[in-house]
Structure formats: structure tokens, C-alpha cells
């Protein structure tokens, strides 16, 4: 069972328009976090957000943390090729303790046309 | 930032032998660390947790005696592929947890079995 869905699956657009990414659980997570990830490479992280309706933004980038923390956006302004990748989002499950899991995202990729 | 390693970056083996991959956090040290496989354009997928010391949780459906985990020292932990077939061939990804409980990853491992 997936617990987190990324909608849409691929993205391909021009340079210079907007999108959004969701990310969606019927799961509650105590933070969540965005990555980026290029062919070949590790996951970047790009943001976390941990506070229910929290937005944070970096550069030409938006995450919102939905209120419920169940669901979480991402949204690009003026998007440009070096936006391209895969975007993956990633919800925090606390076991207790110092252990915590990762759960990904199915993710998104993007492709951004020049 | 805390940075992790991983080794080799690429292998190539043959269809029954065994194949290990190395993580290790550089600059910190992780009691926990993670390994996850991802299929091309797909999102990661957690196979076991790695604690040190002690033996590895790992998730349901992945068989702990074909993927065997060391994580003999607070800097390292190892995968082991046994008996590898072509379908383990995989992008392998590991992450170190840091004290702030966040997960800094490594570079990723890409595995081919002939």
C-alpha cells in the first residue's frame, strides 16, 4: 500500500510557466520533506516542513503543509530546464525513540522545455 | 552539510554471485542508517533499517537472508547482495540519520546482474 500519492505522475512544460505538485495520505505524518532527485544521484532535500498549514518558500519555490498534515504541495513560479527532475515527497512516521522512517512519495517527474 | 558516501557507484556482476555495497557517513556518526532501491523514473522504496549494533529491520516483503545488513560501526553499513539474479539489478540508495533525525543520502549505488 502506498502511502503517499504524488499527482501529477510526469510533467512536461515550457519555460516560464507555473505548476503545482501534490503530494496526498490519509496518513498523519509528523513532518514532511520535498527532494529533488537528478538521474543517476541521490535525493537532494529541498525543504521540511513540520507545523500543520505551514508555507515556506525558497526562491521560485512554494511548500505548504496542509492542516491536517496529511497532504502537502509544491509549487513552481516561472519554471526553468534546471527545475528538471524528480520531485519526491517524503512523510515522517515517529516509532518512538531516535528511530524514524522515511515514507516516499510515488513522485513526480518533470521535464521543463527551453 | 553531513555528507555520505557510498561504494562502489556502479557494478556490474554475474547472475549467482554475490555483490556488497558500502555506506558511510563522513563527517558524523549514525547509529541509524537506511538502504532503499529504486526502479528507473520511480520513487525509493525502504528494504530495512540499520541500526548499529544490533540487526536490521527490515520491511515487509523483502527478504532479509538475500539482503544482508552490517552496520558494525557508527560510520558504516554495508548491503549485501547474495546470490544476485537480474532482477535485483537496481539503483541502491542509502541515507544516514543525523541527530536533528534528519536523513542526509548518499550518491546512490547502480547495480547490473548479467
Known amino acids: 500500500t502506498q502511502l503517499l500519492e504524488q499527482s501529477p505522475q510526469f510533467l512536461s512544460i515550457q519555460e516560464g510557466e507555473n505548476l503545482t505538485v501534490y503530494c496526498n495520505s490519509s496518513?498523519?505524518?509528523?513532518?514532511l520533506q520535498w527532494y529533488r532527485q537528478e538521474p543517476g544521484e541521490g535525493p537532494v532535500l529541498l525543504v521540511t516542513v513540520v507545523t500543520g498549514g505551514e508555507v515556506k518558500k525558497l526562491k521560485r519555490l512554494t511548500f505548504q503543509f496542509g492542516d491536517a498534515r496529511k497532504d502537502s504541495s509544491l509549487h513552481i513560479t516561472a519554471a526553468q530546464p534546471g527545475d528538471t527532475g524528480l520531485y519526491l515527497c517524503?512523510?515522517?512516521?515517529?516509532?518512538?525513540?531516535?528511530?524514524?522512517?522515511?515514507?516516499f512519495g510515488t513522485g513526480t517527474l518533470l521535464a521543463v522545455q527551453p | 552539510g553531513a555528507v555520505v558516501s557510498q561504494h562502489p557507484s556502479r557494478v556490474i556482476c554475474k547472475s549467482g554471485t554475490s555483490v556488497k555495497i558500502e555506506c558511510r557517513s563522513l563527517d558524523f556518526q549514525a547509529t541509524t542508517m537506511f538502504w532503499y532501491r529504486q526502479f528507473p523514473k520511480q520513487s525509493l522504496m525502504l528494504m530495512a533499517t540499520?541500526?548499529?549494533?544490533?540487526?536490521?529491520?527490515?520491511e515487509q516483503g523483502v527478504e532479509k537472508d538475500k539482503f544482508l545488513i552490517n552496520h558494525a560501526s557508527l560510520t558504516l553499513s554495508t548491503l549485501t547482495v547474495t546470490s544476485a539474479h537480474p532482477e535485483d539489478s537496481s539503483f541502491y540508495i542509502c541515507?544516514?540519520?543525523?541527530?536533528?533525525?534528519?536523513?542526509?543520502f548518499g550518491p546512490g549505488t547502480r547495480l547490473t546482474v548479467l
Open positions: 517524503a512523510g515522517r512516521l515517529n516509532y518512538g525513540g531516535a528511530t524514524n522512517k522515511l515514507i
Open positions: 496518513s498523519v505524518f509528523s513532518s
Open positions: 540499520s541500526n548499529e549494533g544490533s540487526k536490521a529491520t527490515y
Open positions: 541515507s544516514a540519520l543525523g541527530t536533528s533525525h534528519e536523513q542526509f
